[in-house]
């Protein structure tokens, strides 16, 4: 290196680095932060990036990865400590959710009458179902039957009459023959019985009763505190959700449909949006320059602070510098 050359090195070090000194940061960042920001309203993000390469870099970085170990214990640790915090104790779920906003929500769920029918008829046509409600009528049959007849109770001498005909049937294993009885009206019936609860429960959970049902609901979890949930989950279940969770996902991420569907979905955006400069798009998400300069400005001061007492910045900046003062042109400059 030239030896003028040299002395202009050192010189142009001490005035790159003056400029990020903590007494001329701020106005530093401030200039170069609404420089950056003027040049960006001036270009749609179309201008500046294909809709492919966005494409591209979200399907290798959301898709194609699976989550980390890591990442994993990160996210455990933090909802552990989200689960486990004192102010759950202090916190009440009607702080959090006002009732307005849960009256909202049931007006919306007892609108949609089409689902309410199709969620019912799923669940009655589940054989899980036919099963429980053969159990409740057999029971309830038995138990009325055998213990709950009003023949025995209206007329006189014939709780008598019955008790001695229950033991003689008891005697005779009556009481089998009865069951077997139940259970074949119920065989044969029951697929009009469950039409028949079917039509029973589209009647009753109308909308009123819909809204009752849920004004019961929330007078009764509104005083509750958010650790009530503590008695219900423990750390060994996020760990189990956490787990299972990441299972989920990375099934779904490596599906057709998942890959099909981000791309899908980023192209919709695109379309729309992206004759938009980045300016306004910040804007969208009520970031405004001002903001912007400032919180830029309040993460760069300590960063840049220790970057200059750890000497980094000399160190980069010189060796930068020093590439294009060694050049050959420069020493013939100097000759």
């Known amino acids: 290196m030239h030896a003028k050359a040299a002395i202009l090195l050192e010189a142009h070090s001490r005035h790159i680095l003056s400029q990020v000194s903590p007494e001329l940061l701020p106005s530093t960042l401030e200039r170069e932060v609404n420089a950056f920001l003027d040049w960006a309203s001036q270009r749609p993000i179309q201008q500046v990036i294909g809709v492919e390469r966005i494409q591209d870099f979200a399907v290798q970085y959301l898709l194609n990865q699976a989550p980390s170990e890591g990442l994993r214990q990160q996210i455990i640790t933090i909802a552990k400590a989200a689960f486990n915090s004192p102010l759950n104790s202090t916190t009440y779920i009607h702080q959090l959710v006002e009732h307005k906003t849960f009256s909202a929500i049931v007006d919306k769920v007892a609108s949609h009458e089409q689902l309410k029918k199709d969620i019912i008829h799923a669940a009655v046509g589940n054989p899980v ?99 009530t949930a503590q008695q219900y989950m423990s750390d060994a279940d996020i760990d189990f959700g956490s787990q299972v969770g990441i299972d989920i996902w990375n099934h779904i991420r490596q599906t057709p449909y998942a890959q099909a569907l981000l791309k899908e979905l980023i192209g919709v955006w695109f379309s729309n949006f992206a004759n938009k400069d980045g300016l306004t798009l910040l804007a969208d998400l009520n970031i405004s320059r001002e903001t912007l300069v400032q919180e830029i400005t309040l993460f760069a001061q300590p960063v840049v602070a220790d970057m200059l007492s750890s000497g980094y910045l000399a160190e980069r900046v010189t060796a930068q510098l020093s590439e294009f003062y060694s050049l050959d042109i420069v020493s013939q400059l100097f000759d």
């Open 129 to 227: 179902y036919a099963k429980l409600l053969s159990d409740v009528v057999f029971h309830a049959l038995s138990d009325y039957l055998l213990h709950e007849n009003p023949l025995a109770k209206k007329v006189p001498g014939m709780s008598s009459l019955m008790k001695m005909g229950k033991g003689l049937m008891d005697s005779a294993g009556g009481n089998g023959a009865i069951e077997s009885a139940i259970r074949s009206y119920l065989h044969k019936n029951m697929q009009s019985i469950v039409e028949l609860s079917e039509k029973v429960l589209l009647r009753t959970l109308d909308a009123k009763q819909i809204h009752h049902v849920a004004d019961q609901i929330w007078h009764k979890v509104k005083a509750a505190p958010l650790s």
